[in-house]
């Protein structure tokens, strides 16, 4: 089946300093990758996706880059503001699996002033 | 267009009760998903439904069910609640084109706390 790894948080951070969340993932059929952000006390909003091998997804200053070689969809960004703070969720769905998104355990994101 | 409204936001009931959750979709999105988050579990699926049909279920008991409208609009329903049934249910809507996916938007969710 389908499954997603994604690193353990709590990740802290300064700051302006430069964000990376590890995620990984196992699936059947073609699957399209997300990330999806928490805040406190509200759902899930997409942040962004990628449907193919090497599309990369960005908004709001953050990116990923689906490696279909690596299994990974890593997601980055340069410089993270005090409002990032949140919870990310790596995720997947694939063509074999109807309206069914494969979250990750999400990764905390705390960044200091 | 209106996000994806989830009604009630808060729930409290004892074991045993039943519950029903409501969940509205973006305007023309036909499919609904539902999941339970948990602090220990974190985000679990629950079911799917496109056209009034279920097309996916999640590893859930029968206690949980589910059923869509003609208009799209889903309702949940927990059964002889359990203690460990407490959980954020989180409904997302999609708009299914072609032969593929696209993202799913998700709701503010429906808190259910079980004494």
């Known amino acids: 089946g389908n499954s997603v790894t994604q690193m353990e948080g709590p990740v802290t951070l300064s700051e302006e300093a430069f964000l990376t969340i590890n995620c990984t993932y196992t699936?059947?059929?073609?699957?399209?990758l997300f990330w999806y952000v928490q805040y406190p006390g509200e759902g899930l909003q997409l942040l962004l996706k990628?449907?193919?091998?090497?599309d990369k997804g960005s908004n709001k200053g953050f990116e990923a880059t689906y490696r279909k070689e690596t299994t990974s969809f890593h997601l980055e960004k340069g410089s993270v503001q005090v409002s990032d703070s949140a919870v990310y969720f790596c995720?997947?769905?694939?063509?074999?699996?109807?309206?069914?998104?494969?979250f990750g355990a999400g990764t905390q994101v705390v960044v200091t002033p | 267009k209106a996000g994806v409204t989830q009604t009630p936001r808060y729930l409290i009931k004892t074991r045993g009760q039943q519950v029903t959750l409501s969940c509205s979709p973006i305007?023309?999105?036909?499919?609904v998903s539902w999941y339970q988050q948990t602090p220990g579990q974190g985000l679990q699926f629950l079911f799917e439904?496109?056209?009034?049909?279920?097309?996916n279920k999640g590893n859930f008991p029968g206690r949980f069910s589910g059923r869509q409208f003609s208009n799209s609009r889903s309702e949940m329903n927990v059964s002889t609640l359990e203690l460990g049934d407490s959980a954020l249910y989180l409904c997302?809507?999609?708009?299914?084109?072609?032969?593929?996916?696209?993202?799913?938007?998700f709701g503010p969710g429906t808190r259910l706390t079980v004494l």
């Open positions: 997302a809507s999609s708009d299914i084109t072609g032969g593929g996916y696209n993202e799913q938007f």
């Open positions: 699936a059947t059929g073609y699957p399209s």
């Open positions: 990628a449907t193919k091998a090497d």
């Open positions: 995720a997947l769905t694939s063509t074999d699996s109807w309206g069914k998104l494969q």
């Open positions: 305007s023309g999105h036909r499919s």
């Open positions: 439904y496109f056209s009034e049909t279920q097309r």
